[in-house]
């Protein structure tokens, strides 16, 4: 190991991008992750962390641009958490996920599959359609703040205007800040666990341009000045189909609690992709790239007409069904398996919509389903959360299909480790797809298809 200590100032060049959006450059072989960096930089640093494995850096002056340095579009770039890679160009962004991705599955999942370049996301701006904001409040003059966090702390970017969002979430969140000191609500301290506000949550429609809003609050019931407040937001905004109330009394991480009152309109908004209508809740799982999310169930819906006649699938981790309702018009049957019940029931209502009859929900944990589960089926779609699935998941999946699994998954690690396990039992995988879901992060969607 090169003697590398606390504060040394280096100059080095970037090599790649590391699976977390660092850049990485090497002394000697020790790897040192940069900040803000961009491959073909060549930089002055210096060095904030040592261990025995790797430093961290952040830059002190760029010497020689790489020519995939851009201006970012945001101004609150640098400070907010959100986009990390602002600062590349989109291209680049999408080529350097690519690598990632190719990394992942080379050196974790031991296969030598070449992976595409990601499908782009069809916008790169105003593309999110969920946020989450925390609320805080400035101590002398007890104004609100609502945004991001600065990154690595808990610190609140107070966000006036963000590009990747709709507008109109913008003029919302904008209103609160104005009304609540006027209903007496007041920005929540995390510290000292006090104040009312804790955060707000918007769902968006990128079809209807419907909004729900929902006030997250540290009581355990509602009070007038926050029926109020709803209520103000509700008549303000003609966008808006509906405002909740969620009540979270918890001093803990998990931004919403089980416990949700609809104040003032509905709770729900309804969002279109590929001619199908889905029921959004407030705290239900959808994808927050709906452009991007529809060239995904395409590419799936596609692969599963190219290929099979009549088929029955399984659509396991199905949370509103979306796979499930997608495919519903080139399938016999599909069954999907979801262990949340609010999913499941708008799932249930978006079946009804839809008129939908060849589809059947269960509101189960997935490797319980499969256990009992006698029937087999054409192709098995998975798309568990970031952590991936067990090991009694995949050999279930392998159980139950006749021929394919179609992997859905926006962590490049564990899919990679979920393929190497599937590939062990016998299992091939045919191709690797990445998918742009999260522009400006190091975030990337994967669909892997696996003949089981
Ligand atoms: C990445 S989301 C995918 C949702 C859906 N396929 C979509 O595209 O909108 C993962 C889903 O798995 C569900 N989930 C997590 N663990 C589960 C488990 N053990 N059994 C069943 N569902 C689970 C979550 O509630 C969430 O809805």
Redesign the pocket.
Known sequence: MPEIKLNDELEVNIEKLSNLGLGIAKVDGFVIFVENACPQDVLKIKITKVTKNYAKAKILEVMSPSKHRTSPFCPMQKVCGACQLQYINYNYQLELKREVVQDAIRKIGHLDIEIPNPVPSPLIKAFRHKIQYPVCQTKVSKRLLAGYYKPHTHDIVNIKYCPIQPEICDKIVDFIREKAPEYRISGYDEKKHAGDLKHIVIRNSAATGENLVVLVVNSKQNSTNYKNLAQSIYENFAEVSGVCLNYNTKKTNVIMSENTECICGKPVIEEKILGKTFYIGTNT???VNPKS?ENIFRYVKDYIAANFENPVVLD?????S??GICVSDVCDKVVS????TD?CRLAEDSLELNNINNLEIHN????KFFAKEKRKFDAVIL???RKGCSVESLDEAVRLCNNTIIY?S?NPATLARDLKYLTEKGCRVQSIQPFDMFCHSFHIENVAIIQG
Do not use: K, L
Not at 316 to 320: H, L, N, Q, R, T
């Open positions: 799982f959808f994808q999310a396991a981790y199905a949370g509103i979306a796979f398996v979801e262990e949340n999913s189960e944990d997935a490797a798309d568990p959360p859905v926006c």
